[in-house]
């Protein structure tokens, strides 16, 4: 997974660390971890030029 480009990779200051911020469950995160496949159903772009450059 490209947690780094996503919307909900940020920053916590608390814990000095990068964190998934996504909202989700435990029985979310649990069905997240059991996947077979490497994608994740939560990311969203976290590039917010991207739609400008697609208008382009």
């Avoid at 939560?42 to 382009?56: C, L, P, S, T």
Wanted: charged share 35%; proline share 2%; hydrophobic share 30%.
């Amino acid at each position: 997974m490209d947690c780094e480009n996503c919307a909900y990779f940020v920053y916590d200051e608390e814990t000095e660390a990068y964190i998934c911020d996504a909202d989700m469950d435990e029985d979310d995160y649990a069905a997240l971890l059991e996947r077979r496949s490497k994608s994740c159903p939560y990311w969203q772009n976290g590039d917010e030029y991207a739609v400008v450059r697609h208008q382009i």
